[in-house]
């Protein structure tokens, strides 16, 4: 059992308890209880934007050259790679995840720290054409406090998403984690607080504070003080954030929902697109915003790759994260589950086809953890609800297509447009489709592979604004134009 943080929030550099009421988190494995963490009250939410502001405009930090500022983010993932294994843990306890893929999110976190670092060091400044007698220059500058507000599924990569960028920009940052997973943020917040005091930098720039969406993260997104919002999570609550953020015309950068569509072509290695599309759901067990639900097949190899991919689905290993060899683990809380198996309902009475799965795994080990085996629906119009709106778990709904025009079509026939995976060995096919589909992102045979050094981000109600890449620090800071008079005459206006 890894070691569970103290029932503590950071609140304005301090860590003490909460006093917005209590909540356990659980382990979706057994169904026993990890902590009791005690959220923070909205008064404590404006302490601590208090705290970040002062904190923000301390010369200790704002002075920092960036090169000073990358001291403390290669610091910070020095620090996460030392205790990686207690991080990995901690995640795979507090969110079900196998162990192997926490281990990978927490290297992946450090990653994030070290190449925001480097982004930092080498990012540059311009002096712009000039059109008259002055020298223009475009600088940028700190939004000031900064909050962050992340999901469930990810949070130690979500976090470090954030909170590297966000602090390269030379902000201070209001960290909200889920509700149901807040203990590796609380962790990590640990980390980075010590660094923070072993640096001798102001204890304010980093706040974690636990609770409901509706009572902290909302306080988060209307305090005066936070200048920007970043939130990933659904796209209710993403339309809602921004509508609050309109109010004080605030920037936001929403990372939402998906509906991704897999694409395979008749062309394809059949293997290797067998073992990317199960990959593409029910890794994670489909608890991802980038999942490849929709399965479009072309329609003369159908039935046959349906009819394989049922058959490997059927053989995956459910099982808890700490099982070496799980490929299916539980689903992040009970009632996410039961939401997931509504679904599943929802697309019977749809007239859907059940092909495997359907149904919570049958035995004692799994009798108290919120499993539910990975599922494959197909015989539903694209138009149906089940095949339209985001599942988040492992329930792939199949379609096939009859050329590349029907499957336009229907790909973009969703009001989502995050991810896209594509099969195929024509690599002018490969072109085309990726071009023609609404997506942010489109992987061409492959999937789920992220590079902290390419932009990410959706189109239509998946989000907007990009996070990664060299200008992932720049949605962080505020640009201004300088100009510098270099004639000795005055302005000629009143000869």
Known sequence: MPRIPADEALIAGRWRRGSGGPADTVDPATGRT?????AVSPDEVAEAA?????????????????HQRAQLLHRIAELIEESAEELAALQTADTGKALTETRALVASAAATFRYTAAALETAEEAITPSRGDYVTMSVYEPIGVVGAVNPWNSPVASDAQKLAPALAGGNAVLLKPAEWTPLVSLSLGRIIS??????????GLLS??????????????????????????????????????????????????GKSPTVVLADADV???????????????????????????????????????????????????????????????????????????????????????????EGAEYRDGAYYLPTVIDGLPNSSRTCQEEIFGPVLVALPFDDEDDLARQANSSVYGLACGIW?????????????????????????????????????????????????????QRQKSLYWGVSDAPLPWAN
Not at 50 to 66: I, K
Not at 277 to 291: D, K, L, N, T
Not at 317 to 344: E, F, I, K, M, N
């Open 34 to 38: 990890l902590a009791t963490v005690h």
């Open 50 to 66: 208090q705290g970040a502001a002062q904190a923000a405009a301390d010369p200790r930090w704002r002075r920092l050259l960036p």
């Open 194 to 203: 010590g660094a923070l005091d072993e640096l001798g930098l102001p204890a």
């Open 208 to 257: 974690v504070l636990p609770g409901r969406g509706s009572i902290v993260g909302d306080a988060i997104v209307r305090d005066p003080r936070v200048g920007k919002v970043t939130f990933t999570g659904g796209t209710s609550t993403g339309r809602t954030l921004a509508h609050a953020a309109a109010e004080k015309l605030m920037p936001v950068s929403l990372e939402l929902g």
């Open 271 to 361: 293997e290797q697109a067998l073992a990317g599309v199960m990959f593409g759901v029910f890794s994670s067990s489909g608890q991802s915003c980038i999942a490849g639900s929709r399965l479009f097949v072309a329609r003369e190899i159908y039935a046959e790759f349906v009819g394989e991919l049922v058959e490997r689905v059927r053989k995956l290993r459910v099982g808890p994260g700490t099982a070496p060899d799980t490929q299916v683990a539980p689903l992040v809380h009970h009632r996410h589950r039961d939401s997931v198996a509504a679904y599943v309902d929802l697309a019977r009475s749809e007239g859907a086809r059940v092909l495997c799965g359907g149904a919570v795994p």
């Open 424 to 476: 195929t060995r024509d690599h002018r096919a490969a072109w085309q489709i990726a071009r023609r589909v609404d997506a942010g992102t489109v992987w061409i045979n492959t999937y789920k592979q992220f590079s902290i050094a390419t932009p990410f981000g959706g189109m239509k109600e998946s989000g907007l604004g990009r996070e990664k890449g060299r200008d992932g620090i720049r949605a962080y």
